[in-house]
């Protein structure tokens, strides 16, 4: 049979020519280890066979109490890239070694078998380990995916991985926030949402509604009103890519950057620049660009940041309606805002701002659910795509409120502003809301402590 057996391949030649090399290798090795200083673990008189590996006494130890050997003790350098090889080869063989002992002492030891299970565990756990880590870098991949392509095309792949929320961030499920908002939360850290962004989240984001919010400084109004802007900018994303996908090029309308969606109004630079820092932590991730324009700002730079056309600006009265006086164009294309925001409402009254704040409330388009200017509207929004022409929503913050019981009827007659006369200018927040076109069915939210203290006083009048 000789004869018919296949001649010797070259390979097969060179296997077994790297074999010798390293059993040679080996051989060096073992004699290196030999030529240490070892002291003798098995006593010749010891009547203990097994006493090696756990000693013959409690506090002898053993083989078992033996400490892993450092390379660097021993000056044996082994290679870095072949280190994690090694540790893994030499546990491997560790491991046989201990199957071999376990086997020929008819599994006598327990101590012994109970290590190599705890092994057994250890490295299972290993796995699992390097499986999660693996998980989390096609997630990273994924955000990443997200990021670059301008977060229009990979949102619903992204929403695929990403609808789990971390039983610690529960709280916030029931607000219904997309994915990509909800990773923000979790990078920000906030477990729960605020009573006030809990309240005001639902009505502004999921049903559309206005909003009216007040509750004391520092209560989170920010993201009460921030939160519901990025969602619905991601919905009408979604919806706006699901739109191409449908209907090719002719779509293109449905998805316009570089639009004005959110005008914030604030009372001072430094609010409006807290404000804007707020939100672009929220934004970073789902490609929302946030800027403020206030006064004090290089022209240099004002037109550098509104150069770039974005989505949301946050400002203060005066260095806006400088601007839109001005004929910017990026601020006087207002009929594609789809949020009007004023934060601290309250001091924007108050601190004589009312003046510019009329001329800019003045240049926004009106709103469908306004009294006047229905028509104003339809031939304002001639130009601009059904998703953009939803409604705009009015959302009005303030530390503090008195608004009439009657204020939601006054808002369906558009009576507040006949009532005040425009030489009082938008001297109250019923006035301001109604200028700014906010519809009758506003959702009021209303945590002030004068409100909770009146609600107080009326249950117990009532027991
Ligand atoms: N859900 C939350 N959990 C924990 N901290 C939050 C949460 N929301 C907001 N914050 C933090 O609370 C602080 C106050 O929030 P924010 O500035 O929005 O309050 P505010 O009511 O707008 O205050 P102000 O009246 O001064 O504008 C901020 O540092 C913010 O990061």
Known sequence: MAANSPPLSSESTKKKKANKIKRTQ???????????????????????????LVGSSELDGGFLSLEEIDEADYMLQIPKSEKGKLEKKSKLKKQKQKDTDEDLDGGVEDGIGHIVEEEKNEKNKQKKKKKKKKKGKKAKKTEESVNVSNGQDNVEEELVDETEVPPEYSAWIELRLHPLLMKSIYKLGFKEPTPVQKACIPAASHQGKDVIGAAETGSGKTLAFGLPIMQRLLEEREKAAKMLEEKGEEAEKYAPKGILRALILTPTRELALQVT?????????????????????????????????????????????????????????????????????????????FRELQSIIDMLPMTSGSVEGQSQQTQNCMTVSSLQRKKRQTLVFSATIALSADFRKKLKHGSIKSKQSSIDGLNSIEALSERAGMRPNVAIVDLTNASILANKLEESFIE
């Open 26 to 52: 080996h051989d060096q090795e073992l004699e290196k280890f030999d030529s240490l200083k070892w002291n003798p673990s098995l006593s010749a008189d010891d009547p203990d066979p097994f006493s090696f």
């Open 277 to 353: 820092d707020h939100l672009k932590e929220v934004a970073k991730d789902i490609n929302v660009r946030v800027v403020p324009i206030v006064g004090g700002m290089s022209t240099e730079k004002q037109e550098r940041l509104l150069k770039a056309r974005p989505e949301v600006i946050v400002g203060t009265p005066g260095r806006l309606w400088e601007l839109m006086s001005g004929g910017e164009p990026h601020l006087v294309e207002l009929h594609t805002l789809s949020f009007f925001v004023l934060d601290e409402a309250d001091r924007m009254i108050e601190n004589g701002h």
